[in-house]
């Protein structure tokens, strides 16, 4: 059988029936692709095939739990799955500015550094992805005053008059978002504050 001429998700359905072979096609259309984008990020060969190789771990060990979701594209998801592993790597290697999840939400101030290196400047492109998302399953009133706080810079006063509602019902709004925007990260699994 032919397997270069099959599409990711048919190679996908045929390594899960039993069969390396599709599994090996699937690495091989591309694996150039993914090891590029590593290599650009890390700037270091042997570590960039390290990360590699525990993409496709990850890859195969998703694939068996069945945890694929065929609604994505194969090579974005592996892509992401690279991603944040190199994330991790940053993370290990403290090149990333701390951050303490004691505060209001830090992890607005990490997006406003200016001074970030590139390592960390690809994982604050990251967060504020991920970040945009959470926010959005936020409901309506904690999504609006969230974002005219930490996105336009307004005073809970001027949120206050400009939502129509008191500096109190405002704040506890902000409060509320803060809240439930942690509970999506850990539901979501997702990893928005630096180590």
Not at 37 to 46: A, C, E, N, P, S
Not at 56 to 64: E, G, R, S
Not at 92 to 105: H, I, N, V, Y
Request: glycine residues 4%.
């Amino acid at each position: 059988m032919d397997y270069s001429k099959m599409g990711d998700s048919e190679l996908i359905r045929s390594y899960l029936s039993g069969n390396e072979a599709p599994l090996e096609a699937l690495i091989s259309k591309n694996q150039q692709r993914i090891f590029s984008y590593i290599l650009v990020r890390i700037q270091d060969q042997d570590l960039a095939n390290d990360i590699f190789q525990d993409t496709f771990v990850k890859v195969i060990n998703t694939l068996k739990r069945g945890k694929y979701n065929e609604e994505g594209k194969f090579l974005q998801w592996t892509m992401r799955i690279a991603h944040n592993l190199i994330i991790d790597h940053y993370r290990r290697e403290k090149r990333m500015p701390t951050m303490s999840p004691t505060d209001e939400f830090n992890i607005f101030d990490v997006l406003k550094d200016n001074s970030l290196n590139v390592e960390s400047s690809l994982i604050k492109e990251q967060i504020e992805a991920d970040l945009h998302k959470l926010i959005d399953q936020l409901p309506e009133d904690q999504k609006e005053v969230l974002k005219l706080r930490h996105f336009s810079g307004l005073s809970f006063k001027e949120i206050s008059e400009q939502t129509g509602v008191s500096i109190n019902t405002a704040l506890g709004r902000m409060r509320y978002a803060l809240i439930n925007l942690r509970k999506l990260m850990e539901k979501n699994n997702v990893s928005l504050l630096m180590q």
